[in-house]
């Protein structure tokens, strides 16, 4: 069975909505984009390993959702200062969670 967490804990997550601004595919790694997000009022990078399930076309534009208090990391040499959140089943199919209508950016998921 998987570890509870509290409702206090939960609130602790800074979830937001993001727009792709800009992909570049990372050198060196078969799986690896840099991603430039929009959050209204600033911006951040993140590194992910979506280079396998989407195309830069298909990311560019797209509106997605961040942990945006994730601690940074270094990931091949660039700094990520976030995560994307996606569904994986298990089989080789991931797809990003998005909203299902436009929204504005850097508005807060509750």
Do not use: W
């Not at 800074?14 to 078969?30: F, H, N």
């Not at 990391?73 to 299902?100: C, R, Y």
Request: aromatic letters at 6%; proline letters at 4%.
């Amino acid at each position: 069975m998987q570890q509870k967490i509290s409702f206090q804990d939960f609130k602790q997550l800074e979830l937001r909505v993001a727009r792709v601004v800009e992909v570049r595919p990372l050198e060196g790694s078969e799986k690896l984009y840099l991603i430039t997000l929009d959050l209204g009022q600033e911006r951040c990078q993140v590194v992910a390993g979506l280079r396998p399930y989407y195309s830069v076309d298909e990311l560019v534009g797209k509106e997605v959702i961040l942990v945006a208090n994730l601690e940074e990391k270094e990931i091949f040499g660039h700094l990520s200062q976030g995560m994307l959140l996606a569904a994986d089943d298990g089989q080789g199919k991931v797809s990003l969670l998005v909203p299902d209508k436009p929204i504005k950016e850097g508005a807060r998921i509750r």
